[in-house]
């Protein structure tokens, strides 16, 4: 069963105010339960509408079984899973010790957020530093889209203008003007700073860019430019293999 207390709580979870309110989060299907929970993400509150023999014995928390109708107001997809869990949002240190760091100005949409999280876990970035108007990185659609991600980088909101000042490492931007990928010497440590999908990176945050690089391609008669979650894996990879 499932109480209307604990019905309130997570519709609330839903929205970032009450996120930020109970240091919570909801994350949705079996798999992406299982990896957090895997990776030692604290769970609070655990549901599912499956009905199997010993499934209590399958998990390491057992799940409280309610109906089709219950997991429908407490989740957020049009066609729920059938598995919905609330977790303790992840305590997170400073991220001045990392050596590399992915700086993101004012990305909106929650799938860019978590594929970028998604990236940054694949190729060993620990820290993500985001401008205060980007979006919430427990936002329940950038959790599903980062797999688990979100409990292995840390994710921390700045006044990124104030926080690119302090840097005393280089901080490498894709703009249109830069020199070609394939030509840049990828230091041992540094920033790479990402900007918003339709404006690209701030004029008073791209003041701060030491090294300009251009995602070069071949010629095309649509593509007019790359997604900034795919231009991020691009030159993540470039800044790996170096």
Known sequence: MISNSEIKLITGLHRKKYRSLHNLFIAEGEKLIKDLLASGAKITHFYTTEVQENLDLLWSTSPVRITERQMQKISLQKNPSGWLAVFKQPEITAPDQALWVVALDDIQD?????????????????????????????????????????????????????????????????????????????????????????????????????????????????????????????????????
């Open 110 to 242: 929650p799938g860019n957020m978590g594929t970028i999280l998604r990236l940054c876990d694949w190729f060993g970035i620990t820290h993500i530093v985001c401008s205060e108007d980007t979006v919430d990185v427990f936002n329940p659609k950038v959790v599903q889209a980062s797999m688990g991600s979100i409990t292995r980088v840390q994710v921390h909101y700045l006044h990124l203008e104030t926080w690119l000042s302090t840097q005393d490492r280089p901080v490498f931007g894709a703009v249109l003007d830069g020199k070609p990928v394939r030509e840049i010497q990828w230091p041992d440590q540094g920033v790479l700073l990402m900007g918003n999908e339709g404006q690209g990176i701030r004029p008073e945050r791209a003041k701060y860019i030491t090294d300009h690089v251009l995602i070069t391609g071949a010629p095309s008669k649509g593509a007019e430019s790359l997604n900034v979650a795919m231009a991020t894996g691009i030159l993540l990879h470039q800044w790996h293999i170096k």
